[in-house]
Nanobody
Framework: QVHLVESGGGSEQAGNSLKLSCAAS????????MDWYRQAPGKERELVAR???????EYADSVKGRFTISRDKPKNTLYLQMNSLKPEDTAVYHC?????????????????WGQGTQVYVSS
């Protein structure tokens, strides 16, 4: 199993910053990629940022230049630094881990989700 726990959410004014963390536990050596998704009320869940095992990153156009995803493998922690926050960033942010297809990881599920952390940005 892989267990993900997010923290760092809260309320901020537009223009300010927040840093989210996602602590991973369990068989973390089987994680090949980690993402941050968000879901705003009445909207579908959307991919915010992704980091793969080699360190490459991808971002949604809406957060490019403002958000930075990073991963501290020794600490088994994923981060999302969010700068220049906008009211439209208000959402529940979820950590997501994709499991490697390596034979030793086949006993795990394809992916795992954290329970989410609420971010509210006021104008």
């Amino acid at each position: 199993q892989v267990h993900l726990v997010e923290s760092g959410g809260g309320s901020e004014q537009a223009g300010n910053s927040l840093k989210l963390s996602c602590a991973a536990s369990g068989d973390t050596t089987c994680i090949s990629a980690m993402d941050w998704y968000r879901q705003a009320p009445g909207k579908e869940r959307e991919l915010v940022a992704r980091i793969i095992s080699g360190g490459s990153t991808e971002y949604a156009d809406s957060v490019k230049g403002r958000f930075t995803i990073s991963r501290d493998k020794p600490k088994n922690t994923l981060y999302l630094q969010m700068n220049s926050l906008k009211p439209e960033d208000t959402a529940v942010y979820h950590c997501h881990a994709v499991i490697s297809s390596a034979n030793r990881c086949q006993y795990l599920d394809y992916d795992y989700w954290g329970q989410g952390t609420q971010v509210y940005v006021s104008s």
